[in-house]
């Protein structure tokens, strides 16, 4: 990650694993702690799995960056789904439209320092999620 | 002695199918271990599961769902399962997805619940 960024193509389970080396990996660059980095991930991987379950797949992009001497990763996950028709609703937990158990995004939220969304039919879905290292 | 799983080796010692999951298993990696190791169950008619996840860096909700249901496969089956060797980080973390992994015990390492699985046969 020499230029500070790394994007990752979501398309299938397997690039949802590959998102959450490129998560580890940026964590382990800004020296986070352990415990930051493993909910840093964990966010990643649910959100990353969202995007290719419920977006149609998409991509994610780590970007490094340094603000009054405390590093952070922010990760940008968009993709070119249909959108969350009621967003206040999908970050409850317990609801779920597929499979799963409901608690990703709401999960994901409670496991970063920043959590940004944005959704739209047209657009699909953006979530920032970022993390300093301590 | 070895289950057929790919890379993930699955081994049965003294009725306890014993598995430890990799870090880099992808969703669909996950599912086909959760399939292998019911079948090692009840070809075995084992008693016992022991899932070690010592090398996994991250449980998130699929995981947590798939440690969770395999638990319930196997009770239905009459076995007990436990997981040892999860990190303090990663148990952190569930409590921040919500994730009380209902029905799965725990134990410090896999020596440990073999032996609580053994003593707790008939
Ligand atoms: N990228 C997305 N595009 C469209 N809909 C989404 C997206 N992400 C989440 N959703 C919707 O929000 C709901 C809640 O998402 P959340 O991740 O919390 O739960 P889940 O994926 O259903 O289950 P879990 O993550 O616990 O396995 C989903 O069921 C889906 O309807
Ligand atoms: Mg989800």
Do not use: H
């Amino acid at each position: 990650m020499e230029d500070g960024r790394t994007a990752v193509t979501l398309a299938s389970a397997q690039d949802v694993a590959y998102a959450r080396e490129a998560a580890k990996r940026a964590m382990t660059e800004i020296g986070a702690s352990t415990v930051r980095r493993t909910k840093f991930v964990t966010a990643v991987s649910e959100i990353a799995r969202n995007a290719v379950i419920y977006g149609r797949g998409g991509r994610i992009v780590f970007e490094i960056r340094e603000q009054g001497g405390v590093r952070s990763v922010v990760a940008e996950c968009s993709d070119r789904g249909p959108g969350i028709a009621d967003v206040a609703m999908a970050l409850t937990d317990g609801y779920s439209t597929g499979k799963g158990l409901g608690r990703g995004l709401g999960g994901a939220k409670r496991l970063v320092d920043r959590f940004e969304i944005r959704s739209s039919e047209t657009t699909g879905t953006v979530v920032i999620l970022e993390s300093r290292a301590r | 002695m070895a289950g057929a799983s790919g890379s993930v080796p699955i081994v049965t010692i003294a009725g306890c199918v014993v598995v430890a999951i990799r870090d880099d298993l992808d969703d669909q990696d996950i599912l086909t271990l959760q399939d292998e190791l019911v079948e090692e169950v009840s070809r075995r008619s084992a008693n016992g599961v022991v899932i070690d996840i010592s090398s996994l860096e991250i449980v998130d909700t699929f995981a947590g769902r798939m440690l969770g249901a395999m638990a319930q496969m196997a009770g239905m089956m009459n076995a007990r399962t436990i997981v040892v060797g999860m990190r303090p980080a990663v148990a952190m973390t569930l409590v921040d997805l919500g994730m009380t992994l209902e029905g799965v015990e725990t134990a410090l390492n896999a020596d440990r619940a073999i032996e609580a699985i053994r003593a707790g046969q008939a």
